[in-house]
Structures are given as C-alpha cells and as structure tokens.
C-alpha cells in the first residue's frame, strides 16, 4: 500500500535465507516502489537486527551517496538471459572487479535452500557481467563487487519452482 506510492533512492539488503522476508515474496515488495532501488542479497546472510542487519558496509555507501559527496554504488540497469548465460549490464563510478553468480538447485521452501555462487566474467568497459548457470539451476542472480568490496546484486530469476 504505502511502497508503490514511494518514489525515493532504497537499497534493499537481505540474505538468501532470510526466515522472516523469504526473497519471493521481498521481489513483490522491492518491485513496488517508482524510484530507484538497489540490492544487496548475500548468501546466508542472517536476518537481524544489529550486527547482522546494520553493518553491511553498502548501507553507508548507499546513504552517503545521497546525503554527502560519497560515490554511488555500482548501478544495475538492465539484466537478462541468453540460454545458459545470466548477464547484466552495469554503470559504476568505482570500478567492478568481480561478478559471481549466485545459484539454487532446490526447490520448495524458500528459506531452506541451499544456495551456492561461482564465479562469473566481468567486462569493465562495455559494463557487462555475465556466469554461465550450472545444469540444474532452479533459480539465480547475480552479484557484482566493486573495488571498495560493495556487493550490488540483480533481481533473481526462478527458472523452476
């Protein structure tokens, strides 16, 4: 109700397993609101708050790039899939270093999941990523790493549910 009437910048940050936001239902909420957003969604990462919640380095990199002179995050402006190829095209001020694609062959409940990564290509001057999904993928996406360590992911993509 209150998301698809919200047009500001919001960076979602969540974990592959999270207990409470299982990231079906996360998609419906992140792809509500008007204006841009950012994800962050780390294997495992816990839900919680504190520590686990609040010290992911890409919320103050995300704030300061809004409130202060800091530099944005890598950008993901579009994303797809060429048969067995995952890709996405980025815009960065900080340089990526690294893709890799995040990868399930489960199915069932969300939160149960084994979720796994290996590493994909990276091609800094035409800002495109791209990993080649295992046989048996049942969903993925895929999470670039710039210089600084910042983690921005795609939205996931379930092939088999």
Request: with cysteine; glycine share 12%.
């Amino acid at each position: 109700m209150y998301l698809s009437g919200a047009a500001m910048p919001m960076l979602w940050v969540t974990g592959t397993n999270d207990f409470a936001y299982p990231m079906n239902a996360l998609q419906k909420s992140y792809r509500l609101p008007g204006g841009p957003r950012t994800l962050c969604i780390r294997i495992r990462m816990p839900h919680g708050h504190g520590g686990a919640g609040e010290n992911p380095e890409e919320i103050h990199a995300f704030t300061n790039s809004i409130l202060r002179s800091g530099g944005p995050l890598p950008v993901i402006t579009a994303q797809g899939r060429d048969g067995q190829t995952a890709w996405a095209t980025f815009a960065a001020g900080t340089p990526v270093e690294k893709a890799e694609l995040v990868y399930t062959k489960a199915v069932g409940k969300w939160q149960d999941r084994l979720w796994e990564s290996v590493p994909g290509r990276v091609n800094q001057e035409a800002g495109r990523a791209t990993g080649i999904l295992p046989e048996g993928t049942t969903v993925y996406y895929l999470n670039l790493t710039d210089e600084k360590g910042h983690i921005v992911s795609s939205e996931h993509e379930v092939l088999t549910d």
